[in-house]
């Protein structure tokens, strides 16, 4: 991703979140600052269709809506903070395969987990990707997690057997 994409990211955004968990321009400009080597767009014909946005973190830590990406430096865990395609592209595979890009990367570097906030029942792509729900959080992070103001579900995936 590039700062030139941001125009589009904002755009995809609008159409795939509901009002409630919309991130502002500077949040999305911050996230590419902070995490940029995890920041990933899928392009067709007719520019940007997908995006993601990722940064290396401890497994329990959960991003607070609006929060700042803050790597972790005995990072355990690749989060993955915002999954989304233009709905002119859905169908065509490209959410998950932005995803097994960013594993591959997180896998490479040894990291043992990934995890996620599910939000708007996706709970079931998360599931079927391999990403199962995660309970245990302390109460710092469920404050975090409750952030979202809409029902959030945090799930995490182990990356290597």
């Not at 590039?2 to 409630?20: G, M, T």
């Not at 989060?79 to 594993?103: F, T």
């Not at 709970?123 to 809409?150: C, D, M, V």
Request: glycine share 8%.
């Amino acid at each position: 991703m590039h700062a030139r994409d941001i125009a589009q990211v904002l755009a995809i955004q609008h159409e795939s979140y509901s009002p409630e968990i919309l991130e502002t321009e500077a949040v999305i400009r911050a996230r590419l600052s902070e995490a940029g080597e995890h920041a990933l767009v899928a392009e067709d014909v007719d520019g940007v269709c997908g995006y993601l946005f990722a940064y290396q973190s401890r497994v329990g830590k959960v991003t607070p809506l609006d929060g700042a990406f803050q790597p972790h430096p005995q990072a355990d865990c690749l989060y993955l903070h915002d999954l989304a395609v233009a709905r002119r592209a859905g169908g065509r595979g490209i959410g998950p395969a932005l995803v097994q890009h960013n594993l591959g990367q997180a896998k490479a570097r040894r990291m043992r987990y990934s995890a996620l906030v599910s939000v708007q029942d996706s709970h079931g792509f998360w599931s079927r990707l391999g990403y199962r729900r995660h309970e245990e959080l302390e109460q710092p992070q469920a404050k975090n997690l409750a952030s979202y103001r809409i029902p959030a579900v945090y799930m995490v995936r182990a990356l290597h057997d």
